[in-house]
């Protein structure tokens, strides 16, 4: 409890909070549009970046347990997510795709918040862990659209050549070859803009993220219950396996519960715009309301620290 | 000497989403140009992708009066089912209407 | 095939401030939707309270023609006077025009 | 109660680099007010500028019927052939017409 | 006289002299209204956090004494501005009572500004000030908009409601309950983007704020000399006494001066919006060119020297 | 060869890179405009304020031999690149001189690069380039302009006015006096804003300069071989004559290879405007795609290391 408590008490946690409130109080602050696209291009580049310096400190052969297991429940959770969605959520076909399609992909914001509550909590994560993110993307959306199995003729490889060349990727992924290719010493001439202010930038970016949620969580009342406990086992589910499984490969606590909540998390970036394209008669209604106004808060709040002290326990 | 040709304004507004295929269909139509400004919206149909996909845009093209409703069909039946779209049309005048009749006919760069 | 219905394009222009109690009213008439543009602007009375309250609005919205009339006054009388406002109405053809007759009457979200 | 009246909307769309000469066009011609959107936008010229000079600009005015063609004559005149710019006017009705026919007649700041 | 001119040689004042400049030259630079909006998001939210970082450090007893006074000043200051201008400046009410409002009020930049001039002179504030701007805020508002006894039915609730949801005060009392809540050693963590680079960003903004105070200054004319001398009387009038009455409830020298300099400003903020919601017949071209034309530039260039000379008098 | 790799595995030049591929993969990535242009008023004002900072320090007679030889250059390089134009490149008057006010000019970017290039190679340049730069751009576009004798009447004349007040120039000598007025102590003030991030805004600011010039790079193919050919090697004469005369002038090895790109270097942000509006005739798509397609990422990955090379060899 001291420990969720600890980990709620956060200048980005209680961000996150404020932009609620401000759309509670219906108070005119707004970011503007273009320094919201800044602040996600800043952080998803900057994420890559640093995972791209960690990776070119890591030999290959450590990551093979990681990759593997990232692989496999990047294939997994979209279809548990599936099936709990559309038997006990009681969503139709396209629609419980379209979430498997988020659950099955990662929301960088969890990840970030994460990996600070373990660095935090005194168990740093391993450096490798921003390329699982990238390399968890991707089959997750892949799979959830083929569950849909009704997209349009053409829909999946559009959908695809999004994902991948979508500027989240994209970003994620070029911070990551960068920062590998220039190596520790290079990226420290861009480290007083791109390292030092990150967890800033992430504070006003979840000022933000918080005022989205907030409309979204007032469209809780249509989602109806079933779709709010969904909301809350997924990332419960999906998150425990995953830390176990993480601690069984060979991360340590910190990165296992970092994994954890990578897995558990539920993408609100990459995904959207995919499924948009492929499968227009989803409705993003359910599909972010669930991602963003339940299971993101649900896991800044509860999952993370859940993860946390599973990670412990099995290490 | 004022020699204005009436001509229809184009107006969709449409999630940032659509961006490449609406240009490309309207260059299908051989339009010789448009304008696109960010715009934010409400409509009948709620929310969008994200805000991470961008605001909506306004795309505005001077087209010639001749193909314009059939435009205005193609983009209704291909998106108008599926995505946060509207499109409408209205008259205005323009000096030199030839400019905006055919395609690319005055490449000066 | 083509089934245009004339329309009417009403189109604000107003200081930041104001946004909330024009969409409120506009809303008291049952549009169906409104577009927002940000825009910068000059007109006889000058300034505007500051350049943290934001720029300008263009709010667009398509509106069946019966009220139209009625709503531009009502903006008129509410604001004109102590505020940076404006607005015009202009004919638009669009297609599938009950879309924008009455309220909600799609909601697919 | 209704009385609107006929005005032009003229609307030109223009690379950043002419906003000063434009505007101070329209001021010769006794406007009473602009409006300016940030727009992109693709024509047959293709590529202004820089990026570093920003968007295009799309001006708006209201302005009363008998000079708009030839503020649209000016314009043509001077700018079409050697910058990327057009321009259009359509018809608008309005409220209290006579705010838009003569310059500066309300200064209230 | 070399106080005038250390604290006018630095690169905030020099930004907003070439602000000045460059709409005298008639550049053609901006600064984009996005960017505009997010460097005065970053500057009010900034603030807060630190104001709320020292608060967490500061005994409430020793809170009590400034905090009355501020609520004491917030109530005087607009009363005596009213009047200034209303019978010296021969303004009607509806104006003068828009400007009392404004000079109620405060200016956050000329607190900051103030702010660095002490730290330069080597007699550092209390770290609890950005607590009192936010108190400070509030009562000159509502006393403004009271004196004017012709808003709109219901004009008062609403402005109220502006002021308090709006961005300014909003922002500023987020920041500050985060920084309190968080305190010192976790706002650490934000700390390369909240702390370090606010001087830098305040230089920017006062870039823009010199272009904007420029067609203000170009105004001036059809202002008449009766206001421009209000317009410095007010802030020397307000700023001395305050100051005099900080060292009184035992403020150190530059606690006092950077108050003095607080209650002495006009705001262009926070004011002006909730005015423009109230009192709409007021005119911007009065009010506006008062604080930012004449009053921001008086503080900055004689007004905050004063006060610390004065602060080191009477300490 | 090393040096060439080493030059180009930076950060830098990576996101350049990065750019270009986004646009290649029709990445849906894009920098705000809004963005962009906050990065160049940033990255110019803080060019500025480093060089106002160093020029504080440097005795005025060390700098008499480097600014004759740069407005000398100035005069020399648009007239020497209006020649190859017009008869090796084979363009007309008007579009030869458009050119030639380009690469009379100097591109800020380039210049930072090659700052940054001998850093690394430890042969740190003299502080008082960026003045040297803010010098080198108005000449050059002056020349250009009367060599196309026949810009509008007027023409020149409001050129000149928007070359000097134009926002980039504005912005560099507003930085320059700034930084030179308030000196190296309290410049330190705002370092944590306008220093140590530098390079990492460099990095987005190219990211975005690369998407814009793979759409330039897309126009070689009309450009012809002709002008893709003078586009390579105006920069090596320029550049090579440029770095050993300053040699000569008695700057140090570092130095003299920066000066050398950036005489070498073909502007793409003053002078497109200037000449925009003087030479309305000339075609942007031949002098953008020159200075922006050809001759900047020829710097950036031959240029630079060269002129390292022969100002080792003369020095
Ligand atoms: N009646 C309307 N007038 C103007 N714009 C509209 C109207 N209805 C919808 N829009 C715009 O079209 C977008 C998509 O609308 P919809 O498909 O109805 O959700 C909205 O986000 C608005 O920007
Ligand atoms: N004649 C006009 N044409 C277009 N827009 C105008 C016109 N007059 C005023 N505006 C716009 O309306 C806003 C308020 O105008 P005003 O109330 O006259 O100060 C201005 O800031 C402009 O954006
Ligand atoms: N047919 C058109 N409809 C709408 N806007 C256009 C059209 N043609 C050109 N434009 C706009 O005008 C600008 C200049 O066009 P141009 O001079 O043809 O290159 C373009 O960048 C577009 O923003
Ligand atoms: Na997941
Ligand atoms: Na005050
Ligand atoms: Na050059």
Redesign the pocket.
Same mark, same amino acid.
């Given at each position: 409890m001291d420990l969720v408590i600890q980990n709620l008490i956060s200048p980005v946690v209680l961000a996150f909070l404020l932009g609620i409130i401000a759309r509670a109080v219906r108070s005119d602050l707004e970011i503007p549009s273009a320094i919201y696209q800044a602040l996600s291009i800043y952080l998803l580049f900057a994420i890559g970046l640093k995972g791209g310096v960690s990776l070119s400190q890591t030999p290959p052969s450590e990551l093979l347990g990681p990759i593997a297991l990232t692989l496999a429940l990047g294939v997994i959770t979209p279809l548990s997510a599936f099936l709990l969605l559309n038997k006990f959520g009681r969503l139709d076909q396209v629609n419980a795709a379209a979430c498997a399609a988020h659950y099955g992909s990662v929301s960088a914001v969890t990840f970030v918040a994460a990996l600070e509550a373990v660095k935090i909590a005194g168990m740093p994560a391993s450096g490798y862990l921003p390329a699982l993110v990238a390399i968890l993307e991707i089959p997750g959306i892949i799979i959830g659209l083929l569950l849909a199995r009704q997209s349009k003729p053409g829909g999946l490889k559009t959908a695809l050549h999004e994902v991948i060349t979508g500027k989240s990727i994209f970003l994620m992924m070029g911070g990551l070859a960068i920062g590998w290719a220039c190596g520790a010493e290079k990226i420290a001439t861009v480290a007083p803009f791109f390292i030092a202010p990150f967890k800033g930038v992430l504070c006003l970016f979840l000022l933000e993220l918080g005022m989205v949620a907030a409309s979204r969580i007032r469209d809780l009342k249509t989602a109806g219950w079933r779709l709010i406990v969904a909301g809350c086992l997924l990332p419960t589910i999906h998150g425990s396996v995953a830390t176990i499984a993480a601690t069984m490969v060979g991360m340590n606590a910190g990165g296992s519960a970092v994994f954890g909540a990578m897995v558990g998390s539920a993408s609100y970036i990459a995904a959207p715009a995919a499924v948009r394209i492929a499968l227009p008669k989803a409705s993003p209604g359910i599909y972010l309301t669930l991602s963003l106004g339940v299971t993101f808060p649900f896991n800044l709040a509860i999952g993370i620290p859940l993860f946390l002290k599973i990670a412990q326990h099995f290490s | 000497m004022s020699q204005t040709t009436t001509m229809k304004l184009l107006t969709i507004v449409t999630e940032n989403l659509l961006k490449e295929q609406i240009i490309t269909l309207l260059k299908e139509h051989h339009? $010789?140009? +448009? $304008?696109i400004s960010r715009v934010e919206g409400e409509g009948s149909r709620g929310v969008r992708a994200s805000d991470w996909e961008g605001p909506n845009l306004k795309i505005?093209? @001077? @087209?010639s009066p001749q193909g314009a409703e059939q435009i205005l069909e193609r983009i209704s039946a291909q998106f108008f089912d599926n995505y946060a779209v509207i499109a409408w049309l209205s008259d205005v005048a323009v000096l030199r209407g030839g400019? +905006?009749a055919q395609p690319s006919q005055s490449k000066s760069s």
């Open positions: - | 339009i $010789t140009g +448009f $304008t505005e093209a @001077i @087209i400019k +905006f």
